[in-house]
């Protein structure tokens, strides 16, 4: 396991083109100018990948996000390993997950009193099914790259969220410029599907777009460390399964699949020369708040 560098935490933002411009969202010269719409998540190649990622730090991050918190939502659950991380502390967590058999998984440890009550409803973000204000943190990780409706989403969010709490926010997860991960996608597969680069920053700054004008004008970004890990000491191995794990995780089923896995291989190779047995995959918070930040 890697040693862990602190979390970076910047300053408070309240200007929210200062989101846009800022540097943990960029790369700023690749900005797209609209959403290129949503990567479809496998789901075989979404768990095994889930089975390779540690993200202690990400994890303390959502925890201290939503600690002063009574009633959180995690939109997009998955898994549920946020949703437990936030239960665990809080005594509950709701999470909305569309897809079936996650909404099974989350069902499994619905229950468990280890981990606090986690309470799985079926939905999806662009249509939550709650009333207004239903809670006072709105968190969502690694979920806008996979929603239709990116604005619809993030206004469902805001709704949700009880701007007059005093610890109201909105909490969103997503990936840093230098996300590993992402640039070795970019670099080789996205590029066979014909369609846009992905831009995870374009994702965070244009949330804050949305939510500014709905009354959280408050915003922080913070950086957090997290990485795939290949302990195969073969490194052809190695190479292998970090090709399988990428494309699994945004191409499972595409017609172009098995040309990715040796278009990536190469760009493998010369990243496992550098960091041999470990594919970052840095994140960026962004939290919106209605007030200014106490802490
Ligand atoms: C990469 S996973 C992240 C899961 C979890 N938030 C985490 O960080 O472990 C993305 C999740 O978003 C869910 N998702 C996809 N489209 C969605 C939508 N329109 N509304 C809510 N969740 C969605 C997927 O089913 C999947 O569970």
């Known amino acids: 396991m890697p040693t862990h560098t602190p979390t970076a935490v910047t300053p408070s933002v309240t200007d929210v083109l200062e989101v846009r411009r800022h540097p943990l969202c960029g790369p700023s010269d690749r900005m797209p100018a609209r959403y290129r719409g949503p990567h ?4 075989a190649g979404w768990l095994g990948f889930t089975e390779r990622l540690e993200r202690r730090e990400e994890i303390a991050l959502v925890r201290s996000a939503t600690a002063a918190s009574h009633r959180v939502l995690d939109v997009g659950g998955g898994t549920g390993e946020l949703t437990r991380a936030v239960a665990s502390q ?15 998984t989350l ?19 662009e249509s939550l099914p709650f009333p207004d204000r239903s809670f006072d943190a709105v968190l969502a990780a690694w979920v806008l790259p996979y929603v239709d409706d990116l604005e619809q989403s993030v206004r469902e969010m805001a709704r949700v969220c009880d701007i007059g709490h005093p610890q109201a926010r909105v909490v969103l997860i997503g990936g840093a410029p230098d996300n590993e991960l992402v640039g070795l996608l ?9 369609e846009p680069l992905d831009h995870q920053g374009f994702l965070l700054a244009t949330a804050a777009e949305i939510l500014a004008p709905l009354g959280f004008r408050h915003f922080s970004l913070h950086r957090t460390e997290a990485a795939l890990h290949f302990p195969e ?8 399964a970090a090709a399988g794990s990428l494309v699994g995780l945004w191409y499972e089923d595409h017609p172009r699949a098995p040309d990715m896995r040796r278009a990536i291989a190469p760009a ?3 990243h496992f020369a550098r960091r041999p047995h470990a594919i970052g995959d840095q994140g960026v918070a962004l939290i919106a708040r209605p007030n200014p930040p106490q802490e």
């Open 268 to 270: 493998l190779r010369r």
């Open 233 to 240: 000491t073969a490194p052809e191995e190695r190479v292998h």
């Open 186 to 194: 970019n670099e080789t597969c996205v590029p066979l599907t014909g």
């Open 40 to 43: 479809r998540l496998g789901h």
């Open 90 to 104: 809080l005594g509950r967590c709701t999470t909305v997950e569309p897809h079936g058999s996650r909404v099974a």
């Open 107 to 125: 069902n499994a440890h619905a229950g468990d009193s280890r981990t606090g009550t986690v309470e799985p409803v079926p939905g999806h973000a």
